[in-house]
């Protein structure tokens, strides 16, 4: 009967023992876990600010941008660099209201048989072939 | 079987010490957990709690290229609070008070003060928890912010700002220092990169990030977005602890307003006004361009105007600039008027190109009384036979009374409003009114021969550039929009405005039959032959008007009167005529002291804008000439209503 009781109690004692090494190593899994969501959510909320910060830098580029384009700053830079640039006053588009065929023919044969007023009298050549 | 490790007693006394501790652990946890749980939670949400909003970005507003006319930005301001401030850290003050370009001597007296008295009526508003690092949604529009008064009277003085705008290589400057105390907020701002460009359009949104005027104002409810939140817990420095975030609502960043203002236009047109207030010094002047087929606002601009990133530095005495003349103000349209009444002649077949007008008597008969005519100012060389498109080329002041007396009260008046006066248009920013229009029941029997000519009829601006535009539309009144997409955060279109018709005022025939003698009036023989564009049929109509000022009557009062050396010039028109693809109204206020002879007639000063931007407008808008079938018929036209 002593024997059983002291082999009980040294069974109950091994388990205990078990049971608070893992119950240990549970608690030290959980502390572990909280400080990898800690860092985790730090790392987040660092990575958000960065962003946060480079959309706040790239509102405010852009913003810059489209102040050293607006049309008044311009013209005062052409004028001030003498650049000489000038409005756009005619569209860079003709719009052909002939035949544009009949057009294009035209504008190919007086490049290959320019019209009598423009033509020069030139002198006809041969080139002889040396055997 | 083993004898063990140790001894029964022990292993008893063991266990049951260790069963003690777990149940006095376990008890000590249901009492934190269960019995004193309400009273340890209110003391850790009030010490560890922490609410932080997100405040959601406002949208921006697009001209009708994409190009940016408001944006959001976020601005670093440098702020200190000199109770923080450390002594060690004082030899470095110097460098600071370098770096952002203030004097040292004033830099030490903020330093220094570390409280102030409480004023009678505090200037500036308190805000507690202002605290390094929490400003992310603070104003930092307030100079000074305090902590709540002591039992003495004074306040700790928590936060002074030194610099705002701080870029970001100075930022970085500054944080080298590392002095305690000096800190960033960063406070949200609105920026208008075009400064003054459409600014009577685009509106403005205040320091506290409240929408005032125009579009900003109009279109809030889709460019604010809405700003979120999270709950969470903080530390003992008052940072974040994001691992114990409880609840987030992210913020939705505001929609983009795209606009039918297109820069370019917008910008010559600017500039015209300019070139106007250089020239002849108008008290206002106004100038609208639309595309009359759909009835969108290219550009609107108003002389004076104003800088919305720098409203708050206007003087009292110039808010006046802020106002968008053009749909705010009213003004007697004066000749520009006559296209009311020929239009409704015409489509009531009361006239035809073929009338003549015999314009000599200064006197009719109507509805019982003698009617005084008012007075001719072109004298016609056979005043007894004058056709209709000499009364709109000659602007007859009789030929558009006769019309109008002949249609009637009832009619004349519904035509009116048809035209689109005396009521609002439904534009959506600037004020609009309605402009004045009597009931016809209110009408005396001359009031009929005046308002025909454009008197005794107050309209804005707007009103008489739709009105014209209804000849250039066929027939149709078009709602004016400004307006022409909403699109989310990721530029997604949300909603795309279209074209609203709000009447259908004469047919497409007396339409383009006033347009046809319309064109008379650009030409060597009518009154703006200034506005003339070679190589495009122009259609328009001048105006001057005399102004209505106050005069002081010599029993002291004051009386409105005619003042014969004040005058309203105006032209409104589109081209080209047959195929009308952009419409533009100029009208100068008070232009007299610096017109030619004195008066500021719409010929003379209006005109020459409206071809000048037109001219300008033609590579822009990629207008095409039309100018044959509407030139010839026109041509046509005129000789066969030649007596």
Known sequence: MRKNSRAFVNQLLVCLLVTMAFGGSIGLGIVWMRHQISVTAKANRALLAEINDVNRRSDALEAQIRGEQRPALLRELNQRFQLGLVPMNEVPVVHVTENVTQRMVERANRWSFPPAETREAQPVTFRLAHR | ?643
């Not at chain 2, 450390?86 to 570390?114: K, Y």
């Not at chain 2, 100038?287 to 108003?302: E, K, S, Y």
């Not at chain 2, 006239?351 to 109507?366: C, G, V, Y």
Request: charged letters at 25%.
């Open chain 2, 1 to 643: 079987m083993s004898k063990g490790f140790a001894s029964s007693y022990r292993i008893v006394l063991l266990a049951t010490g260790l069963f003690v501790c777990f149940g006095g652990v376990a008890a000590r946890l249901v009492w934190l957990h269960v019995v004193d749980r309400d009273s340890l939670l209110k003391t850790i949400n009030r010490t560890r709690q922490q609410y932080n909003p997100e405040v959601a970005r406002r949208g921006d507003i697009l001209d009708a290229r994409g190009g940016l006319l408001a944006t959001s930005s976020t601005q670093r301001v440098l702020g200190v609070d000199p109770n923080s401030l450390r002594p060690q850290d004082e030899p470095r003050w110097p460098e600071l008070a370098a770096l952002i370009g203030m004097p040292v001597s004033e830099l030490r007296r903020i330093f220094t003060t570390r409280h102030r008295d409480v004023p009678a009526a505090p200037a500036v508003a308190l805000q507690l928890g202002s605290l390094p690092g929490g400003g992310d949604d603070a104003e930092g529009d307030e100079s000074v912010q305090a902590s709540p008064p002591d039992a003495s009277g004074r306040q700790l003085i928590r936060w002074v700002k030194l610099r705002e705008d701080v870029p970001e290589k100075l930022h970085d400057e500054i944080l080298k220092l590392g002095i305690k105390g000096v800190y960033f907020n960063q406070v949200a701002r609105r920026a208008y990169p075009n400064q003054q460009l459409a600014s009577h359009v685009v509106g403005y949104v205040n320091k506290q990030q409240e929408a005032v005027t125009g579009i900003e104002a109009y279109a809030d409810f889709y460019l604010r977005g809405q700003d979120g939140w999270r709950v969470g817990e903080r530390d003992g420095r008052n940072r974040e602890l994001p691992q114990f975030l409880d609840r987030r609502v992210p913020a939705s960043d505001g929609y983009s307003v795209k606009l039918s203002i297109d820069t370019h236009v917008q910008d010559i047109v600017e500039q015209e006004l300019a070139y106007i207030a250089a020239t002849y010094e108008p008290k206002k002047a106004s100038i609208i361009v639309t595309d009359p087929r759909d009835g969108f606002i290219l550009a609107m601009a108003n002389y004076p105007t104003f800088d919305p990133n720098t409203y708050n530095k206007l003087p009292p005495e110039e808010h006046h600039r802020m106002r968008n003349v053009a749909v705010a103000d009213v003004y007697e349209p004066g000749s520009v008027f006559k296209i009311v009444a020929v239009a409704a002649a015409l489509e009531e077949r009361i006239a035809s190109t073929r009338s003549l007008f015999d314009t000599s008597s200064d006197r009719i008969s109507h509805r019982g009384r003698v009617v005084p005519m008012p007075a001719e100012d072109h004298r016609f060389p056979n005043p007894q036979a004058v056709t209709l498109s000499e009364v709109v080329a000659y602007s007859s002041n009789r030929g558009a009374a006769y019309l109008a007396v002949a249609l009637g009260e009832e009619r004349f008046n519904r035509y009116v409003r048809g035209f689109g006066f005396g009521r609002r248009l439904e534009f959506p920013v600037g004020g609009e009114v309605a402009g004045l229009l009597r009931p016809v029941k209110d009408w005396d029997p001359i009031d009929i021969t005046r308002i025909a000519i454009g008197h005794s009829i107050s309209s804005t601006v707007l009103q008489m550039h739709q009105a014209m535009s209804v000849i250039a539309n066929d027939g149709v009144l078009l709602r004016p929009q400004v307006i022409r997409e909403v699109r989310d955060a990721a530029g997604e279109v949300v909603f795309r405005y279209d074209r609203v018709e709000l009447d259908r005022v004469v047919s497409p025939d007396t339409a383009r039959t006033v347009a046809r003698l319309l064109m008379g009036v650009a030409t060597k023989e009518g009154t703006a032959q200034a506005a003339a564009i070679e190589g495009y049929d122009v259609a328009g109509k001048t105006g001057t008007t005399i102004k209505l000022m106050d005069e002081v009557q010599p029993d002291g009062s004051i009386k409105k009167v005619y003042n014969r050396k004040h005058h309203i010039a105006s032209f409104v028109g589109f081209f080209p005529a047959g195929r009308p693809q952009v419409a533009i109204s100029v009208i100068v206020d008070d232009a007299d002291h610096k017109a030619p002879n004195g008066v500021a007639y719409g010929g003379k000063v209006a005109a020459p804008s409206f071809r000048r931007l037109g001219e300008q407008l033609i590579p822009v808008l990629n207008i095409r000439a039309h100018r044959s079938p509407s030139a010839a018929a026109f041509a046509a036209h005129r000789a066969g209503s030649t007596p």
